[in-house]
Nanobody, 123 residues
């Protein structure tokens, strides 16, 4: 399985912006994607965004549409998550995921998870 190295995150005031990045030790298989999930203590891990590795197609969770942007860099095997207009409800640990599969009934990670990076948004 891939090893994922995340960076970014931190503390920001509501309305501010942060950027996350995640470098994978190997590129996903064809037709797979990479993505981000987030989790608050005691809650399910919530899908945030994914990007198709081959075609660059993007997918977003409803709560972040219009505010977050996911992108990927093939030469550096890295994905990015630009988060704008952050709100306190965006506070969570954000996890990078490899070997993500986009299906008609949902998006699921079949690969590795990163170690997680904390994003805290103050009101």
């Amino acid at each position: 399985q891939a090893q994922l190295q995340e960076s970014g995150g931190g503390l920001v005031q509501a309305g501010g912006s942060l950027s996350l990045s995640c470098k994978t030790s190997y590129r996903p298989w064809s037709n797979y994607a990479m993505g981000w999930w987030r989790q608050v203590d005691g809650a399910w891990r919530e899908f945030v965004a994914a990007v198709g590795w081959d075609d660059g197609a993007t997918y977003y969770g409803d709560s972040v549409k219009g505010r977050f942007t996911i992108s990927r860099s093939k030469p550096t095997s890295t994905i990015y998550l630009q988060m704008n207009d952050l709100q306190p409800e965006d506070t969570a640990v954000y996890y990078c995921a490899s070997d993500v599969v986009v299906k008609p009934d949902g998006i699921e990670n079949f690969g590795s998870w990163g170690q997680g990076t904390q994003v805290t948004v103050s009101s």
